[in-house]
């Protein structure tokens, strides 16, 4: 379509307004998504998922038959299907119907109106990606901390205080302006199934975090809540056995490293029992420091296990400091990002393995505190239903709300597969 912004002339009708956002926006918004972080940019990722579910062959043995005096019997390899189902994970930007139009005659105003809400829109969906993938796919942020009466009416001059327990908070779960959901009935922690969100999937009971202390680790919500209220009133504590989801998402979101890489006996991944060929390798710190010699020893079980050696490390800054006091070489390595043709990777840390293979070792802000967690990054996809990006199936991606303005919706439908046995984590590790 030509564009009467070229010559400066006239302003652009809502259609031609459409029309020019994906060649400006799309693109720009698939590399943030696509290079957020160094793990991010290892993970691969499909755009291809169709159909109810993605059923995939898993072989969890050798096949045939051996033997040495006589023909051996043969026997059928073991074999399950993963069950991959996608998960809806939406971002959704408002702007202003009036600033639209006062831009529309400049196709350089244009676009530096919209870069604001645009890049914090995809910034805000990367952020939640990043903490999905660190998660176990409940959406829990924390849990109370069972100890420190709730305060508050909930209002704007009187918010609701709760403090989250010390296991269980995460700084950046908790971002101001996000809306969140009281939840109930969750199993003993760190399990999050069995709970229920208060209001259900309606927005009656949002909440609204207008303040997040992090020495304290209390938050300030404000919205209508009948539990907090109560235990307000009472006053009573938030138990250990309540926390907060992110808003109608209890549940609902795609697969994360908590759970892949925790599950033990008794339970099961993308519908395949927990098994010897099924599980992820997992060392138990025992609340003592992180040293090299723990990185050692599961690389070497993984890679007796697995046949494959690991080649990514990812922690949280404060074990990634005690990692590298301890390292004698600290060179800078490239980190091949598998989704951009020609990128020049991220900058990294080594650990060199037994078989001289050099691997990165990187920070990521989600990941758990006590935990290093190494991976081997060819085995874990993310899986999108076609067309994942900016909506614009209805002729439009600027749809009109009940205000003078526009909203632009951002996301799509997926799911992140990964075969555990190629993974390892180090967990409770002292912080």
């Given amino acids: 379509m030509t564009m009467p912004l070229g010559t400066g002339k006239g302003n652009w009708s809502q259609a031609e307004i459409d029309a020019n956002f994906k060649p400006t926006f799309e ?61 809806k994970v939406y971002g959704r930007s408002l702007v202003d119907r009036e600033g639209l139009k006062a831009s529309s005659n400049s196709q350089g105003a244009y676009q530096k109106y919209l870069k604001f809400p645009i890049q914090k829109c995809v910034e805000n969906y990367v952020n939640q990606c990043g903490r999905i993938t660190f998660g176990d796919g ?66 009656t009971n949002l909440l609204e975090i207008v303040s997040v202390n992090v020495a304290t680790r209390q938050i300030g919500l404000i919205g209508v809540s009948a539990a907090l209220a109560a235990l307000a009133a009472g006053p009573a504590v938030v138990p250990a056995t309540a926390g ?27 519908g395949i029992d927990v098994q010897r060929r099924w599980k992820a390798g997992m060392l138990d710190g025992g609340g ?23 080649n990514m490390i990812v922690c949280r800054y404060n074990q990634f400091q005690k990692i590298l006091a301890q390292l004698e070489e600290k060179k800078s390595i490239k980190i091949t990002n598998v989704n951009l043709k020609g990128h020049l990777g991220f900058k990294g840390i080594e650990y060199v393995t037994s078989e001289g293979k050099e691997v990165a070792i990187v920070t990521n802000r989600f990941a758990d505190a006590d935990k290093v967690y190494c991976l081997n990054t060819k085995y874990i996809n993310r899986l999108h239903r076609p067309d994942f990006g900016w909506f614009d199936e209805d002729g439009t991606v600027f749809l009109r709300t009940t205000e003078d303005e526009y909203e632009a919706r951002y996301g799509g439908y997926w799911e992140n597969v990964a075969v555990p046995t190629a993974h390892a984590v180090i967990h409770n590790l002292a912080l």
């Fill in 138 to 203: 409940s959406g829990i942020l924390g849990r109370g901390d069972a100890a420190t009466n709730v305060t508050g009416l909930g209002t704007e001059a009187s918010p609701y205080l709760v403090i989250i327990s010390a296991a269980s908070f995460k700084d950046v779960n908790f971002e101001e302006k996000s809306f969140v959901q009281y939840v109930t009935g969750l199993a003993a922690f760190p399990v999050n199934t069995g709970g229920a969100m208060e209001g259900g999937d309606n927005l």
């Fill in 27 to 87: 693109g720009r918004s698939k590399t943030m998504y696509s290079t957020a972080n160094a793990l991010e940019g290892a993970i691969k990722k499909n755009y291809n998922f169709t159909g109810k579910e993605k059923n995939i062959e898993t072989h969890l043995s050798f096949a045939g038959g051996f033997g040495s005096r006589f023909l051996p019997k043969a026997n059928n390899s073991k074999m399950e299907n993963q069950t991959i189902t996608s998960k």
């Fill in 288 to 310: 003592s420091g992180i040293l090299t010699d723990m990185i050692n020893e599961v690389f070497l079980e993984r890679s007796h296990v697995f046949g494959e050696e690991m």
């Fill in 244 to 270: 907060f989801c992110m808003q109608r998402s209890y549940n609902g979101e795609p697969t994360g490293l908590g759970k892949i890489l925790m599950a033990s006996t008794g339970d099961d991944l993308y």
